[in-house]
């Protein structure tokens, strides 16, 4: 199984980036996809979350209204839009595949991370 996180960069503080995670060696449509980050110094946190069939998902409160998850089945791929990015949104960005929509606690399958930096 790899989950390929993708997108990362260095944006100003107000800008944009979309991020993807491309999963193999799974039944892509059977799991939720998660993203989590690290910022520096910082605990895991987890983003957001999209469940596998009717596509619910869930944000933390920092992002709500600024981020979009969303999934492409066919293309066994979870983006993460962000929008009007913040300096506290830097950090490595992780995707997690697991059977539960839920931003704690273990995955089934980690991806490599991608770094965002979001400078002021």
């Known amino acids: 199984v790899q989950l390929q996180a993708s997108g990362g960069g260095l944006v100003q503080a107000g800008g944009s980036l979309r991020l993807s995670c491309a999963a193999s060696?799974?039944?892509?449509?059977?799991?939720?996809i998660v993203w989590f980050r690290q910022a520096p110094g910082k605990e895991r946190e987890g983003v957001s979350c999209i469940s596998s069939g009717d596509g619910r998902t869930r944000y933390v409160d920092s992002v709500k209204g600024r981020f979009t998850i969303s999934r492409d089945d066919a293309k066994n791929t979870v983006y993460l839009q962000m929008n009007s990015l913040k300096p506290e949104d830097t950090g490595v960005y992780y995707c997690?595949?697991?059977?539960?929509?839920?931003?704690?606690?273990?995955?089934?399958?980690w991806g490599q991370g991608t770094l965002v930096t979001v400078s002021s």
């Open positions: 997690g595949a697991d059977l539960h929509c839920r931003l704690v606690g273990d995955m089934y399958y």
């Open positions: 060696g799974l039944p892509f449509d059977r799991y939720d």
